[in-house]
């Protein structure tokens, strides 16, 4: 019985000394604070070269291109248009759409509506005004992505 007693007491003794050696975690108010600390960028995130993002989604079935600072923050559009292509798998050859300011002048948007299956790979054109006076268009390219879509 005093056996007993005296293995129950040392079995004790070593998970009080186990749950004191444990790590406990840490406060889900913190860690959740570090998280949501990091602006969140719509739909496929894509780099620039001068420090920005782009963030490119579909939004009623039609493509959106938003703007993003460096700090990842929302930025007005820096191009007057996007053009994008991609060869959907429904059938042969290329769909294209031109993206032009929204509404509210915060992104660029489609008014082609884009079919399923939304897995292709997107060549995306940003479009500025010229710099040389007396071009045809009046825009040139200044960017170009290759975007593998999937959504």
């Known amino acids: ?5 005296l293995l129950l007491v040392i079995l004790a003794l070593g998970f ?4 004191a050696q444990t790590a406990r975690p840490a406060a889900p108010g ?3 604070a570090k998280k949501d600390a990091e602006p969140k960028i719509d739909g496929i995130t894509i780099a620039r070269p001068n420090g920005k993002f782009l963030g490119l989604a579909l939004e009623g079935g039609t493509f959106k291109l938003s703007f993003y600072d460096e700090k990842k923050k929302p930025a007005r559009p820096d191009v007057m248009r996007a053009a994008a292509r991609w060869n959907p798998n ?13 509404a509210d002048g915060k992104a660029l948007v ?3 509506p884009v079919r399923p299956p939304y897995a292709f790979k997107l060549y995306l054109t940003l479009l500025a005004p010229a710099s040389t006076p007396g071009s045809e268009s009046g825009e040139q390219a200044t960017e170009s992505y290759v975007v593998d879509f999937r959504a």
């Open 1 to 5: 019985m005093k056996t007993r007693l």
């Open 16 to 19: 009080v000394q186990l749950s």
């Open 30 to 32: 913190k860690a959740d």
């Open 90 to 102: 429904y059938k042969q050859g290329s769909e294209r759409v031109v993206l032009n300011p929204s």
């Open 110 to 112: 489609g008014t082609k």
